[in-house]
């Protein structure tokens, strides 16, 4: 986290994390994280193998209203929808 907070999901449980503070999210556990507090927050992702990049720069480019990049326009890999946003039935904290 760079700044401010964030909740991130993995599995089933919930954590927290602020400022200065780390999650990581193993291949393979299902992962998800969203802004609970409602102040700003800033956090930078990092993920491996490449190629998911492109899923992000679609949607900066939709909220910006303009055209994505000829390089968003390549395929990414695949993203599951396996549950309820956070906050809607998941379970423990920490």
């Known amino acids: 986290m760079?700044?401010?907070?964030?909740?991130?999901?993995?599995g089933d449980?919930?954590?927290?994390r602020r400022s200065g503070?780390?999650?990581?999210?193993?291949?393979?556990?299902?992962?998800t994280f969203a802004n609970r507090s409602g102040?700003?927050?800033r956090v930078l992702i990092v993920i491996t193998p490449g190629g998911f990049e492109r899923y992000f720069d679609r949607i900066a480019a939709r909220a910006a209203g303009v055209e994505p990049p000829a390089s968003a326009l390549r395929g990414w890999p695949e993203v599951v929808k396996v549950g309820p946003p956070i906050g809607a039935g998941a379970a423990g904290h920490g």
Do not use: K, M
């Not at 503070?21 to 992962?31: I, Q, S, T």
């Open 21 to 31: 503070e780390l999650a990581f999210a193993p291949r393979g556990v299902h992962h």
């Open 13 to 16: 449980e919930l954590h927290t």
């Open 39 to 41: 102040a700003g927050a």
């Open 2 to 10: 760079l700044d401010g907070e964030l909740t991130f999901q993995l």
